[in-house]
């Protein structure tokens, strides 16, 4: 009997967690009927993401660290795949599993580390991404082998031979070693789940790669040796092209096609009109995914949307979604391919994404995902309450966001009970990349209580933890420099960049200016100390700092200078410098900055004393 008990109070602790709005789980495998994809009896058709940083994170770009790499976490694979969710998607497109460059630390970040040689790190982050996709109801198309050097592919598989890239192709030991990784990873049980990748209907399909120039035989033999290890699931071929190959449509391995698209030279037809060409070419032989798409306007990618919806192509994969960092905010990734303009997309959009209409592109896509399965979107919930983040110093505030929050509203207290107010209002999350989302610029001497609230159309969130208490011993102006407000004067020829973000570690907007050019910023107190983040497109130069009592006469002060710049990599980073200066109370309320050559400043912090009350 108090067993029975024991296990009908598990039941009734268990079924409290469970949300109301439960998500579907995934009971079939998808399968193939004539040119259609088919969840058991019902079509099954989508408009989603791909989500290049769910294996792996290319993106970590805090100021002072040196390398851009590392593995997702829980947090974040949650919030990318609830983000998908959220939006009406049910299919996420990864990027391959990453092989080791030698140019690219750590290993320890990357699955395929030599010839027969994996990482468990790496792969266990696979397994809590098929987890939390089978939670979510969110199925992955995975390629296999990656065509370009981004994350490694087949140039490294046969680098670890000393063979070329080419090679990769046609010579049996290259070969023989790309089937052992898929046969590693087909074969591999899940320690999470205990479930076979084989056998996990998280997976939609095995892609043979990304954008691959390979051979008919090829693809054959590896399409073929994929069926031979995993007969539950579909085999999409990865071959590049705008237009579908004609071998795909005909190999008997092969059960999917596809095709990207981008504005190029090649073609002046538009994506609409190159999708609907291509399911011609399809129809009544084999389902056809637009596995990629993007860097046009809003008008073309909907009228591409609309295209996949008319037409009886399977599905179509937007090019890009970021979804947030563990360390607050979003993570970034301006595209090279671009055209120095686009960036990946966040949910649910924000202003700072105008220049590529982010906010509506990401309203239309939501639209669309419902309305290719047959739905009406529901109403976005209001969100759930965020996590507010360890806190040092009243100046540097940061939480992990909630999916679909579009702002935040972040709460000072005496007490932790209260009274509550409202510090800053309205804050949007996508404002910062990679630092402190909020600075509580004016609060008073003693010890404080904070929580935030998210908020988007729907309503707010409950408030977050409670983190405290927070000794105040300064106050911290910030600018992010989106504009030059914080600014007392400045003279010469400054400028506020927002292009070339991908080298300024995605920073969103710089004050650039060569040498000769003069920031001043005028505090209410004392000034105690500053940072300049800075970055530097060609020679390092130093900047002079000088303090100032009136404003008119400036004493110089030193500033120490940290350099994080760990080389040029795939992006042609620019030199990250710090320069900072510490103990300086006392001096004066103007801080006066000149650039002594070219130099673009991404952020100021300016500590000054407490205002008494």
């Not at 792996?56 to 790499?69: G, H, L, Q, R, V």
């Amino acid at each position: 009997m108090k067993r029975l008990i024991l296990y009908l109070a598990m039941l009734l602790t268990v079924s409290s967690l469970i949300p109301v709005h439960a998500k579907p789980a995934l009971r079939n495998f998808i399968t193939v009927r004539g040119d259609q994809l088919m969840d058991g009896n019902r079509p099954f058709r989508f408009i989603s993401f791909n989500i290049p940083n769910l294996l792996i994170i290319e993106d970590n770009m805090p100021f002072t660290t040196s390398n851009a790499w590392c593995l997702p976490d829980a947090f974040e694979l949650q919030d990318a795949l609830a983000t998908v969710h959220q939006m009406g998607g049910t299919v996420v497109r990864t990027y391959c599993p990453p092989v080791w460059r030698s140019n690219d630390p750590p290993a320890e970040c990357s699955y395929v580390l030599g010839v027969d040689k994996f990482n468990e790190d790496g792969f266990r982050t696979f397994d809590l991404a098929l987890k939390l996709a089978n939670e979510n109801g969110v199925r992955l198309i995975i390629p296999l082998a990656n065509n370009w050097k981004w994350q490694g592919g087949r140039g490294e598989y046969a680098g670890f031979r000393g063979k070329t890239a080419d090679d990769f192709w046609t010579d049996p030991q290259l070969i023989a070693d790309f089937k052992e990784t898929i046969r590693f990873i087909l074969l591999r049980t899940n320690t999470l789940t205990g479930v076979p990748y084989c056998n996990d209907k998280a997976i939609l399909c095995w892609e043979t790669g990304n954008e691959l120039y390979s051979p008919a035989a090829w693809t054959h033999e590896i399409a073929r040796y994929i069926k031979s290890l995993d007969h539950n699931h579909l085999i999409m071929d990865g071959v590049d092209g705008g237009y579908l190959h004609a071998d795909s449509l005909t190999d008997p391995y092969v059960d999917v096609v596809t095709t990207h698209h981008y504005p190029g030279a090649w073609t002046t037809k538009t994506f609409a009109r190159l999708i609907r060409e291509n399911w011609e070419m399809a129809k009544g032989k084999k389902p056809y995914v637009v596995g990629e798409f993007g860097f046009v306007s809003t008008a073309e990618m909907a009228d591409a949307m609309k295209t996949i919806m008319d037409t009886g192509t399977a599905g179509g994969l937007l090019w890009s979604l970021r979804f947030r960092d563990r360390d607050g905010g979003f993570y970034w990734h301006s595209e090279p391919s671009g055209g120095n303009l686009y960036k990946a997309f966040h949910w649910p959009g924000s202003p700072i994404g105008a220049g590529y209409d982010e906010i509506e592109l990401m309203a239309l896509v939501r639209s669309n995902a419902f309305e290719i399965r047959g739905m009406t979107p529901p109403p976005i919930p209001a969100p759930a309450p965020p996590e507010l983040l360890p806190i040092t110093d009243p100046g540097m505030i940061s939480w992990q966001g909630s999916v679909g929050a579009a702002s935040y509203d972040v709460e000072r207290a005496p007490k932790q009970n209260g009274p509550w107010k409202v510090v800053g209002a309205g804050i949007d999350e996508s404002a910062v990349q990679y630092y402190p989302l909020f600075a509580d610029e004016s609060v008073p001497a003693g010890e404080w209580f904070y929580r935030v609230i998210a908020r988007n159309g729907s309503g707010t969130s409950k408030p977050s933890n409670i983190v405290g208490p927070v000794r105040a011993t300064h106050d911290t102006l910030v600018d992010d420099l989106a504009d030059f407000s914080k600014v007392y004067a400045r003279r010469g020829n400054l400028e506020i960049k927002t292009r070339d973000c991908r080298q300024a570690k995605e920073d969103a907007a710089r004050a650039a200016g060569k040498a000769g050019d003069v920031l001043i910023y005028q505090l209410p107190t004392s000034i105690e100390g500053f940072r300049v983040f800075t970055f530097f497109p060609g020679e390092v130069v130093n900047l002079k700092f000088s303090i100032s009592n009136n404003g008119q006469t400036y004493q110089d002060v030193s500033a120490s200078r940290n350099e994080y710049f760990s080389g040029a990599g795939d992006y042609n980073y620019w030199k990250p410098v710090l320069y900072h200066a510490e103990n300086l109370s006392g001096t004066g309320r103007f801080l006066k900055i000149e650039m002594t050559g070219e130099t673009q400043i991404g952020r100021m912090e300016i500590t000054h004393a407490l205002e008494k009350n």
